[in-house]
């Protein structure tokens, strides 16, 4: 097989692993600070109790999410050097300091206080270990904020002058808010947000099915839906937003997720096709008419390019148009899921002793659907921006490394069958937790509180 060919997959597969965990972490922490300060000020003794579960408990999932998000993270950063090499030679003045920037906020907040965040509480004061928890969740977004910056970068070239075939700053601040970076970061977080929420949703389900959830899996149950509830609608409105800008300026992704391949005006939109690059068509296809033009320009009869505008210069079509779909269909789901899940919780009193097991059920099976959403969404990302590393600049063939294919199929597959190693373990650690440890967060948390003598004279059964 063709060594750059097989240089993308392997760092395809990376990222495809990576993305899994920063998709939690990015939301989890500010969900830690929620329940962190719902314990503070909750005045009856069980609600601060149930608060405290849920806490202890997701910080223990945020604490591996965020252990195997920093081991991938730290493989993909050597992979710009051994698949790239050329990469980092013409962009390293960019690209350096935007990755040094991530690893200093990942380590020096992140890291630094997520050892207070996890084994502090009670050895330091509230106020101290609820900013250390603030720290930690500020910290991942700001990992996030400088690597969506360098990524937007490379999708929307700004604020750089080459000189000598290599790139140099003129205004970072235009290299970091370049023309895509805003919308890129919304849509990131949201998705986070989404992803977050439905990992809270189909845990806490799970343990009421299994009949071990205790009252905070119920909390963090509803926290969960409220919160995919509104987050889902928010991603639609943002992902319109993107998805103009992404017209603006890269057009020839547009048209391959669209599935367009001569200009036209009054383009439908495409609900089935297989596009066929080779004879540069779609097969089978089954759409609604105008409808693509509508929301593109929001004008029925509105023109949209096709892929034929840039006959040596678009992305593969096939791979392209399906994530897309896949990645809008799992949103639509969560919405309905979250959506109807809430107005049922509503229904019943609030009391999820109420819920139809079979709903219980859905919401079981849709606990890594942000997963699913989100690596579909990278996939339009990145698989878009293709023949170009930085979009419209540097070829991707024009930096790979000479490594022969043999070598690189080799570390391809170690990389797999680790990735799927460590994934199969991070799922059954989930599964784990969620069937024992929120007992023992509660043995532990009602420990703490009967450790405080207010609350051992109101709540002494705790003692």
Same mark, same amino acid.
């Given at each position: 097989m063709d060594a750059v060919f097989l240089a993308r997959m392997q760092f395809a597969a990376n990222i495809t692993f990576h993305i899994l965990f920063p998709s939690i972490s990015i939301a989890l922490g500010w969900v830690l600070l929620f329940f962190r300060v719902k314990h503070l000020r909750a005045t009856d003794p069980q609600q601060k109790l149930e608060w405290l579960r849920a806490y202890r408990l997701w910080t223990k999932v945020f604490a591996l999410t965020f252990a195997l998000g920093v081991v991938s993270g730290v493989t993909m950063s050597f992979q710009f050097g051994t698949n790239w090499p050329g990469y980092m030679e013409r962009v390293g003045n960019i690209a350096? $300091?935007? %990755?040094?920037?991530? *690893?200093?906020t990942a380590f020096f907040l992140e890291a630094g206080f997520l050892g207070v965040m996890l084994f502090g509480h009670r050895r330091v004061g509230e106020m101290v270990h609820l900013g250390a928890t603030f720290l930690v969740a500020f910290g991942t977004l700001m990992s996030a904020f400088w690597i969506l910056a360098l990524n937007s970068w490379m999708q929307t070239p700004a604020g750089y002058e080459i000189v000598d075939g290599q790139f140099h700053a003129r205004s970072w601040l235009e290299i970091i808010f370049n023309p895509s970076f805003p919308y890129r970061l919304v849509h990131m977080v949201l998705a986070s947000a989404l992803t977050c929420a439905f990992l809270m949703i189909g845990i806490s389900a799970w343990q009421l099915l299994k009949g071990v959830a205790t009252a905070s899996a119920s909390r963090v149950l509803r926290t969960g839906l409220i919160f995919a509830a509104l987050a889902a609608p928010a991603q639609m409105v943002a992902g319109d937003f993107h998805g103009l800008n992404t017209l603006k300026h890269q057009p020839q992704k547009i048209a391959a997720v669209e599935g367009i391949w001569e200009t036209t005006r009054g383009a439908p939109l495409l609900l089935f096709a297989i596009p066929d690059d080779a004879a540069r068509t779609n097969r089978f296809e089954w759409g609604i008419p105008k409808l693509a033009s509508l929301i593109l320009r929001h004008d029925p009869d509105g023109e949209l390019k096709g892929l034929n505008e840039f006959p040596s210069a678009h992305p593969p079509v096939l791979p392209l148009f399906w994530s897309f779909r896949i990645m809008v269909g799992t949103g639509i789901l969560m919405l309905l899921v979250s959506w109807i899940g809430l107005w049922r919780h509503w229904r019943d009193g609030w009391d999820f002793a109420k819920m139809p097991r079979p709903m219980l059920g859905i919401f079981a099976g849709m606990t890594?659907?942000?997963? *699913?959403?989100?690596?579909?969404?990278?996939?339009?990302? /990145?698989?878009? #921006?293709? $023949?170009?590393?930085?979009?419209? %600049?540097? #070829?991707?063939a024009d930096v790979a490394s000479r490594v022969p294919s043999s070598s690189i199929a080799v570390t391809f597959a170690i990389y797999v069958a680790v990735y799927?190693?460590?994934?199969?373990?991070?799922?059954?650690?989930?599964?784990?937790?969620?069937?024992?440890?929120?007992?023992?967060?509660?043995?532990?948390?009602?420990?703490?509180?009967?450790?405080? $003598?207010?609350?051992?004279? #109101? #709540?002494? /059964?705790?003692?």
């Amino acid at each position: 097989m063709d060594a750059v060919f097989l240089a993308r997959m392997q760092f395809a597969a990376n990222i495809t692993f990576h993305i899994l965990f920063p998709s939690i972490s990015i939301a989890l922490g500010w969900v830690l600070l929620f329940f962190r300060v719902k314990h503070l000020r909750a005045t009856d003794p069980q609600q601060k109790l149930e608060w405290l579960r849920a806490y202890r408990l997701w910080t223990k999932v945020f604490a591996l999410t965020f252990a195997l998000g920093v081991v991938s993270g730290v493989t993909m950063s050597f992979q710009f050097g051994t698949n790239w090499p050329g990469y980092m030679e013409r962009v390293g003045n960019i690209a350096g $300091p935007l %990755l040094g920037y991530e *690893v200093l906020t990942a380590f020096f907040l992140e890291a630094g206080f997520l050892g207070v965040m996890l084994f502090g509480h009670r050895r330091v004061g509230e106020m101290v270990h609820l900013g250390a928890t603030f720290l930690v969740a500020f910290g991942t977004l700001m990992s996030a904020f400088w690597i969506l910056a360098l990524n937007s970068w490379m999708q929307t070239p700004a604020g750089y002058e080459i000189v000598d075939g290599q790139f140099h700053a003129r205004s970072w601040l235009e290299i970091i808010f370049n023309p895509s970076f805003p919308y890129r970061l919304v849509h990131m977080v949201l998705a986070s947000a989404l992803t977050c929420a439905f990992l809270m949703i189909g845990i806490s389900a799970w343990q009421l099915l299994k009949g071990v959830a205790t009252a905070s899996a119920s909390r963090v149950l509803r926290t969960g839906l409220i919160f995919a509830a509104l987050a889902a609608p928010a991603q639609m409105v943002a992902g319109d937003f993107h998805g103009l800008n992404t017209l603006k300026h890269q057009p020839q992704k547009i048209a391959a997720v669209e599935g367009i391949w001569e200009t036209t005006r009054g383009a439908p939109l495409l609900l089935f096709a297989i596009p066929d690059d080779a004879a540069r068509t779609n097969r089978f296809e089954w759409g609604i008419p105008k409808l693509a033009s509508l929301i593109l320009r929001h004008d029925p009869d509105g023109e949209l390019k096709g892929l034929n505008e840039f006959p040596s210069a678009h992305p593969p079509v096939l791979p392209l148009f399906w994530s897309f779909r896949i990645m809008v269909g799992t949103g639509i789901l969560m919405l309905l899921v979250s959506w109807i899940g809430l107005w049922r919780h509503w229904r019943d009193g609030w009391d999820f002793a109420k819920m139809p097991r079979p709903m219980l059920g859905i919401f079981a099976g849709m606990t890594f659907a942000g997963w *699913v959403a989100t690596i579909a969404g990278w996939y339009v990302t /990145e698989i878009g #921006r293709q $023949p170009f590393i930085v979009s419209g %600049l540097i #070829r991707t063939a024009d930096v790979a490394s000479r490594v022969p294919s043999s070598s690189i199929a080799v570390t391809f597959a170690i990389y797999v069958a680790v990735y799927l190693a460590l994934l199969a373990a991070y799922v059954g650690v989930l599964k784990y937790m969620a069937e024992t440890a929120d007992k023992k967060s509660y043995a532990s948390a009602s420990t703490d509180l009967a450790g405080d $003598p207010q609350e051992y004279q #109101r #709540r002494g /059964e705790f003692a």
